[in-house]
């Protein structure tokens, strides 16, 4: 397991990064964003204001019309699509709404792949597993498991490799809100022990209310909004 | 910063994958593998059958030669023995050993026996092999002229010990011969008996005949020097042989039914090819939310294409061990019970033992290996092209499979294929035609998504329009907006309905020709033929005078059949000397094109027909101008008519019989043809003629007959074709099963919303089979029109190509109106089934089952 | 006298039914040289040459050719029916060579039927051929003998010094107790030899001729089958003796060891002749060999004794056994020996070939 290295270029950083659909409308307009390390940051915004876009061209799986993406102060959006996957793969980690857990791998092998992609060994599987509360469940297979767990094998995915940023697409969406209370503690728990940096998109103020700050995305930029308390501990 | 391409992690994920997916989709990967097995073993097996029966054969033809450098034989079947002692005595030979052959028919049985009439002094080097065994107390009974020494299967198919009595068949009287012993060695199965070449000439009326004259040269002669100054000194009434001269002929005259056999078997292994492909694209498309985590988790493209081919190959190799299996139990099991005779009659009288062959088995492994490469290929490119972001979210099904519809590639096949079908054979093989049998097959297949976009926009249209049943509107809906899915089971039906429709044509027409050829030419009453499959003396003048002189008989017309040795590498072609209206040859024989009228030989020619196999192999033309070994040196024969033959794909010339009496003085008959007189039976002459005193000798068969019996070889020769053709259909609908089960699943969503928005379960199960019914039409539609072109080049290019005869076309219309509507119904059937599955699972289950 | 030859052969074989052949007889002159040629009416005969050449650097060699004729009892038929290769007829040729510095014997063999022109035994004056080995009389009475045999070759010239000695009453010689067991027998002893031999070589190599002189013995016999019962060998010799007498002796033995018949002829260079009966001749064995091939024992080395005459045999080369079950079913010895001569015959010496036959246990085995 890498240590975090602590570094002088933000976690993320993404200057005048401009998108628009087929369809023609306009996304993203020279969108500009500083994230600093071990920053938890939530993205708000309307239905279908670009909020997974914004997610996926950070992440390299889509491409914009101009503009770029630093990770770490590497650019992401230059990179040829294997250099592109290498880097997600070392320096970032997902969680979405929809789990995406591999259903006919056990539990262990499931957060065992991101180690295993980058060539280390997945023994760390066991105490991320034990870090977020399934441990001992690692020959469990992903169809035995509630969405709430499931949602918690996903963090330990993202979070396994130890990547310097975490994106996470509406990570409560599928989750009673009593779940989703503890998903969400325990994503941030997990965020702040590796000092990962993380953005958050999602509807529910309960959730963005775990971030360090809210941004707002509309007409393609983001706004910061008022920072609130965190929620209560 | 970058890691090594693969690491052991990447190994181990690799393995792990692997075992999920194995534990997910036993069952499918069990029928693609079961389906690369029957593929791979089919093919395997024919090959094994086929190699076996064709190594024992030439071994055993082999056995009779022996030790010899060369051989020295006829161009017709005997030679005179006056050539012997040129060739003992000739400078640079050692050894000389004469043999006289006869195949001699035996009472009571339909084979005949190969007896070998030897000098035993003279063979005991050349032939070890064959060299007798009389009993020590009787040492002179290899030269007693009532012995016969035989093989051990020989004693067994008779029932005779040593020191028994046996009955043959001299011409047209019996012989009585004592077993006096065995011979030295014979393969197993190989039925031949031992005589003293003495008492063989004299038993057999064949004084001063010889078969061949075997050689053994001097140390440091150059045997293919000598062999031609020999040939050139000897001219072509004498054919001096090699031994490997015997392979090359039994090689030529199975050739085309091995590699025929082989083609078909891998017919089955490319229908294997699809379904693999089926199963693999139906698993990319299934998993495609699966493949872009990983992508997004950071597998390369790269890792994703080994990761899908590492899968395919697996499964290939699977069904190739285990096809290789299957191949080898079922050719030991066919060879055990059927011989090594597949039903194409080329390797008569000897029991192969299959061997196993590390080379053969390597190949055809590699070819299960490398077909299920081939079908997880194009999946495979297409998983690692999608874009991870889109392919997350659910309906992206058709993105995966766009490229299908691009038509260049598919247009360039058929127009590849059409072309190749013109290319002449290949070394006696219409490779040609095999490739643009399997471009056509690909290309159509490849050109499939469009044409059911096409068909079905236009019909989804047309539909709308006119406000249809529900089922039937969102199933054609479906069909229009979904053609690479569609096309994938509609590929399944296509190839396997196209490959039985070209068969089944291919077969029709093949049998239809033959019957129209046997009636033209069974015209008269009666067919006889003296019982003795080889060439010793047939039916004397006298002896058919008192066959013609039988009450009863309005005519008689007798024939003299033999054969001709025309080039050493090719088997003989028969010899014909019949009676003959050289005006009008088509009332005896099937002519095609046009005949050479009397006017137009010169004078001092004689007149042969040649059959069509002549024109291949040797060249003829009609009106050629050539030289025969028959009658003297220096007779000028002209060609005047081609006509069709079904029996001797070696080649087959027709003269008339004064012709052949004048030139060769051999005034005996082999066979005859009787026209009875009005109000006899067929029945009271044929028991007349065989109170004539060598009436045992001869054999009588009545038209019916004979059409039934050819009609029956015809069908045994075919069996294997029929059992290939319906195991393509087993495979093609598995097929068919798996792709629409897959896609059934795939669909659960679908149907759940479906079921929200209040459609009926039997509603979805009815769109699923108007979907599933519709596609099959079509491919039906498509499979017939493809296997039609297909049969077309198997009846018009491969056949001739192979075979060397023609045939006209025939389509068995009610036979692939049958297959088709069982094809129909079955897919049906199968798309139901799995719907039914998708349709009663609970909306969670499924997702988490398909996400 | 190797008249048991042909009787062993044909022991070895079953008559499906008697031939016409003719009788031998006392009395019936041998008519000379017609009957040099063959008598396809008796079942069997042959040409037997044995001797002695010195090659010339003066190393002593003995040599074999015989040809046999054998007819069968296989009946010929007349007439067009009759096939060219009716085996009535057989010839068969056994050639050796034996060679101090070779250290065994080296011979070959060959049977076939007569016919083709390929093999034959004429009638009217010697003319034999087997393939391509061939025997022939000139008018002058000189022989020409040609074998190109595997590993050893002899191409020679035979010329008579000596009128032609008929064995036994004229040539009628009797083989055994019973007047039927008898045989029509000639000897030409003392012929001069000419010519060049192929002699094998140790190494497998194809050796160079070399030319040859020296003295051969021909014995040419026919006969019908003359075998006694309980016959289980004999033992024979001839020799040219160096002051040009000929010298020949043979006794038949029974399966017990016992002497059945026994024979002698001496005839001196003047041409008196002297026979010695049953009882006067006498073969005491002096030394043994055992084939290491076989395992048979051959008694190589003999005292004989003819009335008051005694003669030393021994041989040139121990190992002189011959194995011809190819063609004759047989393996006997037959070698060149020398003989020293003793008590009435003090002083004389010769050179000559002795034939050992009966055993060899097994002698007709399983050659074909």
Redesign the interface.
């Known amino acids: 397991m890498r240590p975090a290295k602590p570094s002088a270029s933000p976690s993320l950083e993404c200057r005048g990064l401009s998108k628009h659909y087929g369809s023609g409308r306009v996304v993203l307009a020279g969108l500009d964003f500083v994230l600093g390390e071990g920053e938890f940051v939530a993205v708000m915004g309307d239905s279908g204001v670009g909020k997974s876009t914004l997610l996926h061209l950070i992440a390299g799986l889509d491409v914009a019309d101009s503009g770029e993406v630093l990770i770490d102060g590497e650019p992401v959006l230059s990179l040829s699509d294997d250099d592109a996957t290498r880097l997600r793969r070392q320096k970032l980690g997902f969680v979405f709404q929809a789990f995406h857990v591999l259903p006919h791998l056990t539990l262990y092998q499931n957060v065992a792949v991101p180690l295993l992609l980058n060539n280390l060994s997945p023994t760390p599987a066991h105490d991320m597993l034990a870090a977020v509360g399934l441990g001992g469940r690692g020959n469990d297979m992903p169809r035995e498991l509630s969405g709430g767990e499931l949602q918690r094998v996903a963090i330990a995915r993202a979070l396994v490799h130890r990547p310097r940023l975490i994106l996470a697409d509406e990570p409560t969406g599928n989750l009673d809100p009593q779940t989703a209370h503890e998903v969400l503690e325990l994503l941030r728990a997990e965020i702040k022990a590796t000092r990962a940096a993380a953005v958050m998109v999602t509807h529910s103020e309960a959730a963005a209310a775990f971030a360090d700050r809210v941004l707002i995305l509309s007409q393609g930029a983001l706004h910061d909004r008022a920072r609130k308390a965190t929620a209560a501990r | 910063m970058s890691t090594p391409k693969t690491g052991r992690g990447l190994t181990t994920l690799a393995r792990w994958m692997l075992g999920a997916q194995w534990r997910s989709h036993r069952g499918r990967a069990l029928v693609a593998m079961v389906t690369i097995a029957l593929g791979v073993g089919l093919g395997y097996a024919v090959y094994l059958i086929n190699g076996a029966a064709f190594n024992e054969f030439s071994a055993a033809a082999r056995s009779l030669s022996g030790q010899a450098d060369l051989q020295v034989r006829g161009a017709q079947p005997f030679m005179d023995e006056a050539i012997y002692p040129r060739l003992a005595m000739r400078v640079g030979v050692t050894a000389a050993s004469p043999v006289l052959e006869v195949d001699v028919a035996l009472p009571g049985k339909s084979t005949t026996l190969k007896v070998l009439g030897m000098d035993a002094f003279r063979a005991r080097r050349m032939t070890p092999d064959l060299v007798s065994i009389p009993s020590s107390q009787a040492m002179l009974d290899v030269l007693a002229d009532d012995a016969l020494f035989l093989s051990p299967s020989a004693k067994a198919w008779l029932g005779a010990q040593d020191g028994a009595h046996v009955t043959l068949l001299g011409g047209t009287s019996p012989i009585t011969l004592r077993v006096a012993g065995g011979i030295l060695r014979a393969r197993p199965g190989q039925r031949i008996g031992v005589m003293d070449i003495a008492a063989v000439q004299t038993h057999f009326h064949l004084q001063g005949k010889l078969s061949h004259v075997d050689l053994q040269l001097a140390r440091g002669v150059d045997s293919d020097a000598f062999r031609q100054a020999l040939q050139s000194e000897l001219g072509t009434h004498l054919v001096v042989d090699a031994p490997s001269d015997v392979e090359s002929r039994t090689d030529r005259l199975s050739r085309a039914y091995r590699i025929n056999m082989n083609v078909l078997a891998l017919m089955a292994l490319f229908t294997g090819a699809f379904l693999v492909f089926a199963t693999q694209a139906a698993g990319v498309v299934r998993q495609r939310a699966q493949l872009a985590m990983l992508r997004v988790l950071g597998m390369t493209r790269m890792d994703l294409v080994r990761q899908i081919l590492l899968e395919g190959g697996l499964l290939g190799l699977g069904g190739g061990v285990l096809g290789i299996a299957l191949g080898f139990m079922v050719a030991a099991l066919a060879l055990r019970v059927f011989g090594g005779d597949l039903g194409g009659g080329y390797f008569p009288g000897v029991e192969p033992r299959v061997a196993f062959e590390p080379i053969a088995s390597a190949i055809f492994l590699l070819l299960g290996v490398g077909v299920a490469l081939a079908g997880s290929l194009v999946p495979a490119l297409e998983a690692a092209k999608a874009q991870p972001a889109p392919a997350l979210k659910a309906g992206s099904e058709e993105l995966a499979l766009a490229p299908f519809g691009t038509p260049w590639p598919a247009l360039a096949c058929l127009v590849v294929g059409v072309a190749l079908a013109l290319v002449p054979p290949v070394n006696g093989v219409p490779v040609a035609g095999y490739g643009a049998m399997a471009l056509l097959l690909v290309g159509a297949i490849a050109l499939m998504p469009r044409l059911t976009a096409m068909v079905f926009r236009r019909a989804s249209a047309r539909r709308v329009a006119r406000q249809g049943n529900v089922a039937t509107m969102l199933a054609l809906a479906r069909l229009a907006n979904a053609p690479g899915q569609a096309s994938i089971a509609m590929g399944g039906v296509l190839s396997s309905f196209a490959l039985i429709v070209a068969m089944a044509i291919m077969v029709a027409s093949f049998r239809v020709s033959v019957e129209h050829w046997l009636a033209h030419l069974l015209s008269a009453d009666i067919y006889g033929r003296v019982v003795q499959g080889g060439d010793a003396a047939g039916l004397r003048p006298d002896q058919q005078a008192q066959v013609a002189a039988v009450g009863g008989i309005a005519h008689v017309a007798f024939a003299r059949v033999s054969r001709l040795t025309l080039d050493v590498a090719k088997p003989p072609v028969a010899l014909i000397a019949r009676e003959l209206d050289a005006a009008d040859p088509d009332a005896t024989l099937q002519m095609t094109g046009n005949v050479l009228q009397p006017t137009s030989w010169h004078s001092g020619e004689t007149p042969v027909w040649a059959s069509e196999a002549m024109v291949d192999l040797y060249g003829y033309r009609l009106g050629q101008r050539l030289e025969l070994p028959v009658g003297g040196r220096g007779e000028r024969f002209v060609v005047a008519g081609i006509w069709r033959d079904y029996v001797r794909q070696t080649g087959a010339l027709q003269m008339r019989v004064a012709d052949y009496r004048r030139l060769t003085g051999d005034v005996s008959a082999t066979d005859m043809s009787i026209t009875l007189r009005p109000s006899t039976t067929a029945t009271q002459v044929i028991h007349a003629l065989k109170k004539l005193p060598f009436g045992d000798a001869l054999e009588f068969s009545q038209p019916g007959e004979i059409r039934a019996r050819t009609l029956t070889t015809f069908d045994r020769a075919f069996a294997v074709t029929y059992l290939l053709e319906a195991v393509a259909m087993v495979i093609g609908l598995f097929g068919v099963g798996a792709t629409f089960s897959t896609q059934a699943l795939a669909r659960a969503h679908e149907f759940g919303m479906l079921r929200h928005v209040g459609v009926t379960v039997r509603q979805i199960l009815a769109m699923i089979a108007a979907e599933a019914g519709w596609l099959t039409l079509l491919g039906i539609a498509m499979g017939c029109a493809l296997g039609f072109a297909i049969s077309l080049i198997l009846v018009f290019v491969v056949n001739p190509q192979s075979f060397h005869w023609s045939i006209s076309l025939h389509v068995p219309w009610a036979e692939i109106v049958m297959i088709g509507c069982a094809m129909l119904v079955s897919s049906c059937v199968t798309a139901v089934l799995a719907g039914h599955r998708a349709v009663s699972m609970d909306a969670v289950r499924a997702v988490r089952e398909d996400w | 006298m190797r008249w048991l030859w042909g009787a062993l052969f044909f022991a070895?074989?079953?008559w499906?039914g008697a031939a016409q052949v003719a009788d031998v007889t006392p009395g019936r002159a041998i008519d000379w040289p017609k009957d040099s040629g063959a008598h396809p009416a008796y079942r069997i005969e042959w040409w037997y040459v044995t001797g002695w050449l010195e090659t010339p650097d003066h190393q002593p060699l003995g040599f074999q050719v015989t040809f046999f004729r054998s007819g069968?009892?296989?009946e010929a038929?007349g007439g067009?029916?009759?096939?060219?290769?009716?085996?009535s007829q057989?010839i068969i040729a056994h050639v050796a060579l034996a060679d101090p510095a070779y250290g065994r014997l080296v011979h070959d063999q060959n049977?076939?039927?007569q016919g083709?022109?390929?093999a034959y035994a004429k009638v009217g004056q010697t003319d034999l051929r087997l393939?391509t080995w061939h025997m022939t009389r000139a008018p002058d009475g000189t022989y020409t003998v040609v074998a190109d045999a595997t590993g050893l070759a002899l191409h020679i010239t035979l010329t008579p010094t000596q009128p032609l000695m008929l064995q036994g009453e004229q040539g009628y010689s009797r083989k055994g107790p019973l007047a039927g067991q008898a045989s029509y027998y000639y000897s030409e002893p003392q012929l001069k030899v000419h010519g060049s031999v192929r002699r094998p070589s140790a190494t497998g190599a194809a050796s160079e001729s070399v030319a040859v002189t020296g003295h051969a013995w021909l014995d040419h016999e026919w006969s019908n089958s003359l075998m006694t019962a309980g016959t289980a060998g004999w033992d024979w010799f001839g020799a040219n003796l160096d002051d040009g007498a000929a010298l020949t002796a043979f006794r038949v033995r029974d399966s017990g060891g016992h002497v059945i018949w026994a024979h002698a002829t001496l005839r001196d260079r003047d041409g008196h002749t002297t026979q010695f009966g049953p009882a006067e001749v006498e073969f005491i064995p002096e030394r043994q060999w055992r084939s290491p091939r076989t395992d048979s024992v051959y008694p190589v080395a003999f005292q004989v004794r003819m009335g008051a005459m005694r003669w030393h045999v021994s041989p040139l080369i121990d190992d002189q056994e011959l194995d011809a079950r190819?063609s004759t079913?047989m393996v006997y010895w037959e070698g060149a020996v020398t003989l020293t001569g003793d008590g009435a015959s003090a002083g004389r010496r010769g050179r000559g070939y002795l034939e050992l036959t009966g055993y060899t246990r097994n002698a007709?085995l399983?050659a074909?």
């Open positions: 070895a074989t079953a499906a069968t009892t296989h038929k067009e029916d009759v096939s060219a290769f009716d085996p057989l049977i076939a039927r083709f022109g390929l393939d190819e079913f007709t399983q074909w």
